[in-house]
């Protein structure tokens, strides 16, 4: 079976794009023509999946990938459940890869209970998963993608300010997150594809590049999820810090700056779906420019 993490770098070689759309759905993103008669949880999750299938069909082609967070569908109770499956299955059919943003994790047969419901038989060709139970809650997780073709991006160092509360703490002469990335590269020895990267990721924020630079340095096998591009702060440059030295190995996500594109300035007069591509492509100037000023 096909590497996940082979298909993920083939599928961003093919458009040029580094770049995963974050389908972070909020209902106050849609256009009030979209949201005037959504007042049930069921007319909202309804309205969020269309949203999203128009922005993926626009989207298609520009960025190889989706990530749902799931926090925004859940919200909305079995309805919303129903909107990200659904949209998951929509970015499946149009070939893109399709990331189900969930952070889980537990202990033995609970975390082997979350393994089955997203990476066996479901349209997420990878979930998010918090290292912190340790390797009895990681297994189940690379087990099944390994038996279904799937991944994980585990998390490593996050884009949000508190995480170094945590993250940084000094274990045993180094910070926690990159004893977390040597647990990582371990995680994934089994499961390294043709490209020379393996379907167990880490997620290492845009927001701290200098820290993203030593991880990338030491971690040579493992590829990287890069939150905190565009609303959290990150710019291109933050963002290359994730990437080797052929501008590989990485890919960046853009939540709030590509589905809510048409609420600023630059776009203004576009469609939501319209805006969504345009802002799309000038990331993907704004990543190129970085990666050649980075190698």
């Not at 082979?6 to 093919?14: A, C, G, P, R, V």
């Not at 167990?200 to 991880?215: D, H, I, Q």
């Amino acid at each position: 079976m096909k590497n996940i993490t082979d298909i993920l770098i083939d599928k961003i070689n093919e458009v040029q794009n580094p770049t995963v759309a974050g389908l972070d759905t909020r209902i106050d993103f849609l256009p009030e023509s979209m949201t005037k008669n959504a007042k049930s949880a069921e007319d909202k999750a309804k309205a969020i999946t269309e949203y999203n299938y128009k922005l993926i069909d626009a989207l298609k082609g520009i960025v190889p990938s989706v990530k749902i967070q799931s926090a925004y569908y859940e919200m909305y109770a079995h309805y919303g459940v129903k909107a990200m499956n659904d949209t998951a299955a929509y970015a499946k059919k149009n070939g893109m890869v399709v990331m189900a943003d969930v952070k889980r994790n537990d202990i033995g047969a609970t975390a082997e209970a979350y393994a089955a419901a997203y990476l066996e038989d479901s349209d997420y060709d990878y979930i998010t998963v918090n290292p912190y139970p340790g390797y009895d809650g990681i297994k189940p997780f690379v087990d099944a993608g390994e038996k279904n073709g799937k991944g994980i991006f585990v998390l490593a160092r996050m884009s949000n300010p508190s995480a170094a509360e945590l993250q940084n703490l000094d274990v045993g002469g180094e910070p926690l997150y990159m004893r977390v990335g040597s647990l990582i590269e371990k995680w994934g020895a089994s499961v390294i594809g043709k490209h020379g990267y393996s379907a167990v990721g880490a997620v290492v924020g845009a927001t701290n590049p200098t820290e993203a630079k030593e991880l990338r340095k030491r971690f040579k096998t493992v590829f990287f999820l890069v939150p905190g591009y565009g609303a959290q702060g990150g710019k291109g440059a933050d963002a290359a810090a994730s990437f080797d030295e052929k501008g590989g190995g990485a890919i960046v996500n853009n939540s709030r700056g590509l589905i809510a594109a048409y609420k600023n300035e630059k776009y203004k007069g576009m469609t939501y779906y319209e805006a969504a591509a345009a802002a799309a492509c000038d990331m993907r100037e704004d990543l190129m420019r970085a990666l050649k000023d980075n190698r």
